[in-house]
């Protein structure tokens, strides 16, 4: 999609004190959107993340195996050769992979077009906003922290482009972990398209903003975002729980019939034991010779 569009940008200091709106550069903001280059490029960029140190051995690198298992004939069973066979277990792997590359080369012009491709999409959405200047003196997390929550942004991913390389900008927003600052020269496809909103640095697309005299405001509170926990259904136990005075009222009085009733039982069982116990017979005398 290609529409030439002159497009604006909203303008904040570093401290995130409004300014007035800016006109992003026509060379790279003219509303070229190419959906098949940038998946081109995001693709190859992810490929040559990956590693490939993946590895399986075969069976003529699992260490064993090389005795038969047992003899060629006369067990009934199908001859066999080794027990580090693929059928075997602890046996080799076919066709597993295997140590290589996935190195993806995409043409220079093709990277240039996906990349404006990419801001001009973030432009559309009303995304980009453009910093005067980053004149950050210290090392400070509260410093973005307290700009990004001026500009309403505290709880999206965010891409901070700089003018070169800003130290203090940077070690001051490691510790975020939605915010991801580079240089703008080295902002690739994947990192616009990841971030939901972009903050560029003047100077980097080629615009001057006069220094403005400003003082730190009240410092706003951020709020976490609130952790959406599944609730607990209620154990369909807990009602039967509850019984009435009268229902409690019963087991106990069940409950002390059958203790006045027990002992009288127990009472009469040793008299008739005593009755059906037989008499024991007298040993027989001995005779005298």
Same mark, same amino acid.
């Given at each position: 999609?290609?529409?030439?569009?002159n497009?604006?940008?909203?303008?904040?200091? /570093?401290?995130?004190t409004p300014?007035?709106r800016?006109?992003l550069?026509?060379?790279t903001?003219d509303?070229?959107v190419?959906?098949p280059?940038?998946?081109?490029?995001?693709?190859a960029?992810?490929?040559?993340?990956?590693q490939g140190?993946?590895s399986? %051995?075969?069976?003529?690198?699992?260490?064993?195996?090389n005795?038969k298992p047992?003899?060629?004939?006369?067990?009934?069973?199908a001859?066999?050769?080794?027990?580090?066979?693929?059928?075997?277990v602890g046996?080799g792997? =076919?066709?597993?992979?295997r140590p290589?590359g996935?190195?993806q080369?995409?043409p220079r012009?093709i990277? /240039?077009?996906a990349?404006?491709?990419a801001?001009?999409?973030r432009a559309?959405?009303?995304?980009?906003?453009?910093?005067d200047?980053?004149?950050?003196?210290?090392?400070k997390?509260s410093?973005?922290?307290?700009?990004?929550a001026?500009?309403?942004?505290?709880h999206? %991913?965010t891409?901070i482009?700089?003018?070169g390389?800003?130290?203090?900008v940077y070690?001051?927003?490691?510790n975020l *972990?939605n915010?991801?600052v580079?240089?703008y020269?080295?902002?690739?496809?994947y990192?616009?398209?990841?971030?939901?909103? =972009?903050? =560029?640095?003047?100077g980097?697309?080629g615009q001057?903003l006069a *220094?403005?005299?400003?003082?730190?405001g009240?410092k706003?509170k951020?709020?976490r975002?609130?952790s959406?926990?599944?609730?607990?259904?209620e154990k369909a136990t807990a009602?039967?729980?509850?019984?009435? /005075?009268a229902?409690?009222a019963?087991p106990?009085?069940a409950s002390?019939?059958?203790?006045?009733?027990a002992? /009288?039982?127990?009472?009469?069982a040793?008299?008739a034991a005593?009755k059906?116990? *037989?008499?024991k017979?007298a040993? *027989?005398?001995?005779?005298e010779?």
């Open positions: 999609m290609s529409e030439t569009m497009y604006e940008a909203a303008a904040y200091t /570093a401290l995130g300014r007035e800016v006109a550069p026509a060379a903001f509303g070229t190419n959906m280059v940038m998946h081109q490029a995001v693709k960029q992810l490929a040559n993340m990956r140190t993946h399986t %051995k075969t069976r003529g690198l699992v260490v064993g195996g005795q047992w003899k060629q004939k006369g067990t009934g069973r001859r066999q050769g080794s027990t580090r066979a693929p059928h075997f046996g792997t =076919v066709f597993g992979p290589r996935y190195e080369k995409v012009q990277k /240039a077009l990349r404006k491709s801001l001009n999409a559309r959405e009303d995304s980009v906003f453009v910093i200047r980053f004149t950050y003196d210290t090392i997390t410093q973005i922290v307290q700009l990004l001026r500009l309403e942004v505290s999206k %991913k891409l482009l700089t003018d390389v800003k130290n203090n070690m001051s927003s490691r *972990p915010v991801v580079q240089p020269s080295d902002a690739s496809t990192d616009i398209l990841w971030s939901d909103v =972009v903050l =560029v640095e003047a980097a697309i001057e *220094p403005m005299s400003e003082k730190a009240e706003l951020v709020k975002p609130a959406k926990k599944p609730v607990k259904a009602a039967p729980k509850k019984k009435t /005075a229902k409690k019963a106990k009085a002390k019939a059958a203790a006045e009733k002992p /009288a039982k127990k009472a009469a040793p008299k005593a059906k116990a *037989p008499a017979k040993a *027989p005398k001995k005779k010779k």
